[in-house]
Nanobody, 123 residues
């Protein structure tokens, strides 16, 4: 069993930056692929980025490439999402998730989810 909780969301102006954190309790995250998803009101949940804690590889949605960066600190059982050059279209609830795959890009491949944190980007 793994519990995940996100933090770091808030209100930021377009062009600004935020760093989200995902803290895990329960099992170590060493054998889990980790990912971030987001969902705006009335829209489908969308893959943002993923990282393999074993292989050290990453994957990004085209919409965030060059602006967002996922990272990990296994000693702290924590995953981060650094978000730069934020745009109003980045506004959404952001969710951290853990998968039983090295890299997973589909939400059905994830087995544990955090409750989410709100990110609002104003123009």
């Amino acid at each position: 069993q793994v519990q995940l909780v996100e933090s770091g969301g808030g209100l930021v102006q377009a062009g600004g930056s935020l760093r989200l954190s995902c803290a895990a309790s329960g099992r170590t995250l060493s054998n889990y692929g980790m990912g971030w998803f987001r969902q705006a009101p009335g829209k489908e949940r969308e893959f943002v980025t993923a990282i393999s804690w074993s292989g050290g590889t990453t994957n990004y949605a085209d919409s965030v490439k060059g602006r967002f960066a996922i990272s990990r600190n296994n000693a702290k059982n924590t995953v981060y999402l650094q978000m730069n050059s934020l745009k109003p279209e980045d506004t959404a609830d952001y969710y951290c998730a853990a998968a039983l795959l090295a890299i997973a890009t589909k939400d059905h491949e994830y087995v544990y989810w955090g409750p989410g944190t709100q990110v609002t980007v104003s123009s």
